[in-house]
């Protein structure tokens, strides 16, 4: 008689579910996905409206380069090398007098075109610089791939890690003398509203542009993801769409099963949730596995977060030669919420990306996004429906001082908020998972709900249960997990390298 594998339910087919399911048929368990949209990815997502591909998600992925992470995409076959695009300028920020600082992701480039803006800056420049390529060395993104001790090498970098996060971009550009640097600086990192980021974020991102490592699949984010789902079916996985869990089966403090919306059940030897945090431990489990920790991180969430809003136009116009990426300043303020804004954040697609014919293009702008305002609105389809059409409206007369016509070149647009998020993915609040207030350092060696206390058989994966942000963080997140059940089941880990050629997807 064969061996009989041991089976495993994934709730949830986005990049965390989608890594479990490999990973799992890599080392011969049985894996199950059930997944409540009818697409993979969850966030890590794109649509298509008119012929143009509205991408959601990816704006830098790390691991597309030389560096250690390369391999978990290599192994889920998540990559195509020829297809990686790796911008010359990570963002262009432009005051209102056309005035251009632009970050070069090449760090010998930067350091010319920043002296050239301000020779008399050369020192901070220096140390800018320095900073980011010192942490090159620790590579920081495969940190999650590692065991504890090999996650020492840290150590080294400890003065820098204090050193830069406790100062913010906008603290940090204070200090050049030059005016325009002061002004445009605090911008650099995706324009999150200029001011509380600190800098070492940000110079993570520089260090790994300096390793040719945060670059952009071409295609985007949900063929991204489907390159995953691909790999989990060739694996001999079985993923469900349409599949919403609404229960988890608990026999004597163990997890059995699940229960689906149409009342089927499907029991399993372990149950792994991939989906939202606050729905899993609160509604699924209904709140009878948690401890104080967790549920003060469910408490304390603030309603505002960044990439909130999203502003998509499809374009009969080719905006080729422009940086991917503008920041641009404003000189009129722009209120949306109920908050002004003095800058905004827009990315440009062409047609080398892959989500536009030739001779067409996409421009999405991103900002802050407010839960509760959406979801005050929403009690009443039409006026959430007119706010969108509004921001729209505001947002391209913006544009239209920057790209004189554009309005004109409209020919699809759409706006997505937290409710956009909350109906597809179920996330808590149409948000992400954020940085805990208290317990950061336990967050980062343990996660934030892994497991859950007093249940048995049941494990948590993706940015809920690491209390992290991030797609690698979220594939890596099943990896870890499958590698924790084989030690459990007494196997040894396996992983299998697939290389994709770009044929894979369309087979
Ligand atoms: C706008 C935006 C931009 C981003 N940009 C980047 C970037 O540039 N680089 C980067 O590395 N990261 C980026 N991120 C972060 C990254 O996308 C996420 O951290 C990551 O995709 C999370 O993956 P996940 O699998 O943990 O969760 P999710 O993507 O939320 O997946 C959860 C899945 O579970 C399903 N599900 C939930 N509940 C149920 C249920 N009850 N039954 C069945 N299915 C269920 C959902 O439908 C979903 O498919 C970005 C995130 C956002 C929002």
Known sequence: MGKINKKIIIIGAGIAGLSTGCYAQMNDYDAVIFEMHNKPGGLCTSWNRKGYTFDYCIHNLAG??????????????????????????????EDEQKKELNIYTHPGKLRKHLNTISSEDKDLIDD?????????????????MDGLITKLRIIPNLFYIIKWSNITLKQFAQRFKNVFLKKAFPHVQYDMEGSDIPMFPHLLFM???????????????????RRIEKRFKKLGGELHYNSLVKKIIIEDNKAVGVILEDGREHYADEIVSAGDGHNTIYNLLDGKFTNEFIDNYYQSYDYSQEFG?????????????????????????????????????????????????????IIKVVMKGNYNYWNNLNSDKESYRQEKETIFHKVVEILEKRFPGIKEDVEV????????????????????????????????????????????????????????????????????????????DGKKFQSIIHKVNKYYSSQ
């Open 64 to 93: 597309t380069g030389k560096l250690k992470l390369r391999k978990i995409w290599q192994e889920l076959g998540a990559l195509i090398d020829e297809e990686i695009i790796n911008h010359e300028v990570f963002i262009r920020v």
């Open 413 to 488: 647009h759409d706006v997505t908020t937290p409710i956009t998020v909350e109906r597809y993915t179920h996330n808590f609040h149409g948000l992400q998972v954020w940085s805990p207030p208290k317990g950061m350092f336990k967050v980062m060696i343990k996660g934030l709900s892994r497991t859950l206390p007093g249940l048995k058989n049941f494990y948590m994966v993706g940015q809920w249960a690491e209390g992290m942000i991030g797609i690698p963080n979220a594939a890596f997140s099943g990896r870890n997990l499958i590698k924790k059940l084989c030690k459990k």
């Open 207 to 225: 260090s790994g542009f300096e390793a040719g490592d945060m670059g952009w699949p071409k295609y985007g984010s949900l063929e991204f993801s």
């Open 309 to 361: 809003l999203q502003i998509f136009m499809g374009l009969n116009r080719d905006i080729k030669g422009e940086t991917h990426a503008l920041a641009l300043i404003l000189d009129e303020s722009l209120e949306i919420e109920g908050r002004k804004r003095n800058s905004l954040y827009v990315e440009i697609f062409d047609s080398a990306t892959g989500l536009v014919p030739e001779g067409k293009s």
């Open 128 to 144: 800018y610089l320095n900073a980011a390529h010192s942490l090159l060395s620790a590579d920081f993104f495969s940190l999650g």
